[in-house]
T-cell receptor
Framework: AQKVTQAQTEISVVEKEDVTLDCVYETRDTTYYLFWYKQPPSGELVFLIRRNSFDEQNEISGRYSWNFQKSTSSFNFTITASQVVDSAVYFCALSEANRNTNAGKSTFGDGTTLTVKP | ETGVTQSPTHLIKTRGQQVTLRCSSQSGHNTVSWYQQALGQGPQFIFQYYREEENGRGNFPPRFSGLQFPNYSSELNVNALELDDSALYLC?????????????FGSGTRLTVV
């Protein structure tokens, strides 16, 4: 069975601080996909990034960066120079490979609530 | 593109009743997944539909069923509602290459069962 653990329930930082959100996953599959989503108070999840199990290259997108380490089954997310608008709940998700849709059944962590104070 | 629209936004039902939640996806999004999100938890995968056929299911009983239509809309039906069914129900759609484009989520339907 797949499992995603986001050990940090809540994080509070002051604006401009860097913050890392941890994600550890468990799966027996050799092909799988990892995602990060942001859920603002409005409720809808916003897609941020995806990684497949064969691509361990780290990625940077503006102030966001992701560190995928297969050896430790971790897919951590760092926000550099945090801003108040980054305040939200962040979810890490693991998806099974599916022959029809690439990413099939998804397992989400319970999320990390990030509060960025001015 | 108009995003993913879910209706209604809020709903109150009585235990034992049946409910239908609706989702309207973007044109071309032939993959749709439904999730149940309890307060303070991550979304739980209910099922996925691809080209109007069920394409994977989570650990939900058969009283949770779905339909996907050719016009990229879909429904989630729940029979014999229980108090524990109270949650935010999210619909997410995608182009066929889900890992390339990711899923677009709607704002959800907040279901309260009393």
């Amino acid at each position: 069975a797949q499992k995603v653990t986001q050990a940090q329930t809540e994080i509070s930082v002051v604006e401009k601080e860097d913050v890392t959100l941890d994600c550890v996953y468990e799966t027996r599959d050799t092909t799988y996909y990892l995602f990060w989503y942001k859920q603002p108070p409005s409720g809808e999840l916003v897609f941020l990034i995806r990684r497949n199990s064969f691509d361990e290259q780290n990625e940077i997108s503006g102030r966001y960066s992701w560190n995928f380490q297969k050896s430790t089954s971790s897919f951590n997310f760092t926000i550099t120079a945090s801003q108040v608008v980054d305040s939200a709940v962040y979810f890490c998700a693991l998806s099974e490979a599916n022959r029809n849709t690439n990413a099939g059944k998804s397992t989400f962590g319970d999320g990390t609530t990030l509060t960025v104070k001015p | 593109e108009t995003g993913v629209t879910q209706s209604p936004t809020h709903l109150i039902k009585t235990r034992g009743q049946q409910v239908t939640l609706r989702c309207s996806s973007q044109s071309g999004h032939n993959t749709v997944s439904w999730y149940q999100q309890a307060l303070g938890q991550g979304p739980q995968f209910i099922f996925q539909y691809y080209r109007e056929e069920e394409n994977g299911r989570g650990n939900f009983p058969p009283r949770f069923s779905g339909l996907q239509f050719p016009n990229y809309s879909s429904e989630l039906n729940v029979n014999a509602l229980e108090l524990d069914d109270s949650a935010l129900y999210l619909c997410a759609s995608s182009l066929p290459q889900t890992v390339t484009y990711g899923y677009t989520f709607g704002s959800g339907t907040r279901l309260t069962v009393v």
